[in-house]
Each structure stands twice: as structure tokens, then as C-alpha cells.
């Protein structure tokens, strides 16, 4: 069995992926007939991609890869990178006191 290397999302990465997701294109996303694309409103919708033709065998991949696209969506973009760092902040914090309490002589 084979593991994966543990990759480390920096600051910057975030940074990028909240920049990103700010300037693409808003509203939720949708997979329907063979296009990513925002929720149909009083608009019409904006496609953001179309699913390439393919052969039959790959046509189930393909779908199943559009549908994680629409699902990773600017705004779902932008809620995981708010909850990394309210996390990240949390656990700064308890790792402060922690330190400080270890710091403590004993009595």
C-alpha cells in the first residue's frame, strides 16, 4: 500500500485560493447538460465550462469530474479557506496557553 506525501496548505496558497475564487464567477454552480454553470435565475445562467466530447467509455469520468468542479465552486472555495484559518487561529490560541500553563513552575 502506498501513501501520498502530506502536502501543507501555506498562507499563500490560501491567499491564492480566496484571491481566485473572489474573481471567478459567483453564485452556485450546477452540472447540467454537459456545462458547468451558474443557477438559472431571471438572467438566464452563465456557463463557466463545457464538458469535452469523449467516447462512451469515459463519459461516466467525465461527468463525475464536472460535478466536482461545479461542486468546488468560488463560494465553497471561499468557506474552506475561512474555516482553515478560523482554525488555524483557534488552534494558535490554544496552543498559546497551553505553552503558558507547561511554562508554569511547579508548586
Not at 431571471?42 to 464536472?66: F, H, L
Amino acid at each position: 500500500m502506498t501513501t501520498s506525501p502530506v502536502v501543507t496548505v501555506k498562507d499563500d496558497l490560501l491567499a491564492e485560493l480566496d484571491h481566485l475564487a473572489s474573481c471567478a464567477t459567483g453564485g452556485d454552480w450546477e452540472f447540467r447538460l454537459c456545462e458547468i454553470r451558474t443557477n438559472h435565475d431571471s438572467d438566464g445562467y452563465t456557463v463557466i465550462a463545457e464538458a469535452p466530447t469523449c467516447n462512451k467509455n469515459w463519459r461516466n469520468q467525465r461527468d463525475t469530474n464536472m460535478r466536482y468542479i461545479a461542486t468546488a465552486s468560488p463560494a465553497v472555495m471561499q468557506l474552506l479557506v475561512a474555516e482553515l484559518s478560523a482554525l488555524r487561529a483557534e488552534n494558535a490560541e490554544l496552543k498559546a496557553e497551553l505553552e503558558c500553563e507547561y511554562s508554569r513552575p511547579y508548586v
